[in-house]
């Protein structure tokens, strides 16, 4: 039995660019719009819940009224000669409503809601089906705390990175897809790829990547890079 080669793709806000979800840092991004102190902080939320849950709320909603891009499409077609793994930087679902089967969410999801004492713990963290309402101020968690997004804010541990950081150090290819590299540790993942893997990265625009790693870069958005990257690797062949 042919083992398929293991791919691990990166994702970050970029990806969804094309399904109508803003960017974070791009000019007309959400932080231009909605400061980040105030929407993406515990203290945020601790000062202002309403303005928090309204804020996810209809971010949520904007959720369900988008579909996956022909960027998250091709990376499921990806699936059948590779071993693929997703890690993505972002809240949405697309990834999953394209079809993808391997993906862990390091920011948390805008589809769950937890505790706001313990935003981690698993027995926590529920899945709210598309039609139910989401949290508002006064509703509780089973530890009798108020209901919060469960998202990972800033200055918050990254409960995933771990996991992350293991899949990432058995890549036989690693790929970042719409990501400006500015938040850590996501962006210290790179520092995780094994020396002998092939490194790409898609993006319209220049990205630091703070590493001298060999990287071939495509500079394109998501649909298009996608494309060109199943035909490089096609041609590459998948047994190299
Ligand atoms: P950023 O908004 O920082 O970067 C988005 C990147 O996507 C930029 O490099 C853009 O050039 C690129 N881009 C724009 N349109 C694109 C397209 N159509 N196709 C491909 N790339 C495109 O977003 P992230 O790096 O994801 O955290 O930001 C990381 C984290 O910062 C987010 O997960 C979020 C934020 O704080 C949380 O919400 C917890």
Redesign the pocket.
């Known amino acids: 039995m042919i083992m398929k080669k293991h791919l691990v793709v990166l994702t ?4 969804s ?2 399904s109508g979800f803003s ?4 000019a007309g ?1 959400l932080w231009d719009r909605y400061p980040v102190e105030k929407v ?1 902080t515990p203290e945020g939320f601790e000062e202002d819940p309403n303005l928090v849950l309204g804020f996810y709320r209809n971010l949520r909603n904007r959720l369900y009224a988008a579909a996956p891009n022909a960027g998250h499409l091709g990376l499921v077609e990806l699936e059948k000669d590779f071993d693929v793994d997703i890690i993505t ?3 949405d679902n697309f990834h999953e409503r394209a079809g993808s089967r391997k993906v862990l969410h390091l ?1 948390g999801e805008l589809t769950k809601i937890c505790s706001s004492r313990s935003p981690d713990d698993p027995k926590m963290i529920r899945e709210l089906p598309p039609d139910a309402p989401y949290a508002k101020v006064g509703d509780l968690a089973p530890d009798g705390s108020q209901l919060r997004p469960f ?3 800033f200055g918050e541990a990254v409960p995933e990175i771990e996991k992350a950081a293991s899949i990432v150090r058995s890549a036989d290819i690693f790929v970042v ?7 850590y540790p ?1 962006a210290g993942l790179l520092g995780e790829v094994p020396k002998n893997a092939k490194i790409y990265l ?4 220049p ?1 630091d990547t703070h590493t001298r790693l060999p990287i071939t870069v495509f500079r394109e ?2 649909s298009s890079g996608v494309r060109r990257l199943i035909e490089t690797l096609r041609t590459a062949g998948t047994s190299d």
Not at 12 to 15: D, E, F, H, K
Not at 23 to 26: A, G, L, Q, W
């Open positions: 970050g806000a970029g990806m660019a094309e960017t974070f840092r791009d991004g993406a930087q972002n809240v920011h998202i990972v804010w897809i719409g990501s400006s590299l500015n938040v996501a898609i993006d319209p625009k990205v958005k998501a």
